[in-house]
């Protein structure tokens, strides 16, 4: 097998050259980059950002990553996507951003976090792929009513916990207890983080929202836009902990 389980590590550890391969995951990495320079002062609030082909001629990606790292940044505050007029930096997300929780100078996002969120991404997607075969109504049904209890739940705590065992179940549905034992494992190690993650503008809704997409996309079938989902959603997770841990070169 390609992973390995230490007992002194709570999760994976792979390198983000390998994250980077992985299809999808590009726009994760521009969208780092966009947040850096908004940070840093280089777009300023109220600002347009250059257009997608020149975005993706800067960060040498096609304008399908760039187009997938501005869905990402916009879902966490950062921007504002205006159909047919462009995109543009929101009021208080530069320099003086209420999102830089850290001063100036402040490490990328721990080591341990990137990891896991890598860890996450590669196992997750991974088990949807397995679903194909293997999902059932009785699992579809279980995720749904996770889904709705999230939506209904009157505390960060409980939505945190209900979005918690949304990503258990679906793990578990591949059928590949292993795989699923390593995804709750690299999911549950996030925890030391937990008050930097209550902390993450419109959490709660950018997470409901693609747990929802996911469930739709297994509802129809449609797995590889189910992984897509799921690949998107992590990343949103990841550039949101950026802004808070203040990202630098």
Known sequence: MWWQFPASLRCLTL???????FHGSYHR?????????????????????????????????NRTSVREALKTLESIGLVEIKPRSGVYVRTGAGAASPYEAHPPGMALVPN?????????ELIEVGAIGLLKERITQKALDRLH???????????????????????????????NSILAQAA?????????YYEAIRRIPNRRDTSRHRHAMVLEALRAADFEEAQR???THIGELRAALDLLY????
């Not at 390198?15 to 391969?21: D, E, G, I």
């Not at 341990?112 to 996450?120: D, G, K, Q, S």
């Not at 889904?147 to 258990?168: G, K, N, V």
């Not at 709750?184 to 030391?192: G, P, R, S, V």
């Open 184 to 192: 709750t494992n690299a999911f549950d190690a996030l925890w030391d």
């Open 229 to 231: 989902q799921m690949s």
């Open 246 to 249: 203040r990202a630098e070169p």
């Open 145 to 175: 009513e996770l889904l709705t209890a999230a939506q209904r739940a009157e505390s960060e705590d409980e939505a945190l916990e209900f979005d918690r065992q949304f990503h258990i179940e679906l793990n578990m549905a591949s059928g």
């Open 112 to 120: 341990t976090v990137l990891e896991c969120l890598e860890a996450r």
């Open 29 to 61: 990495d521009v969208a780092s980059r966009i947040q850096r320079s908004i940070l840093e002062g280089r777009f300023a609030p109220g600002g347009r950002l250059p257009g997608e082909r020149a975005l993706a001629a800067e960060f040498e990606v």
């Open 15 to 21: 390198t983000r050259s390998r994250l980077l391969r």
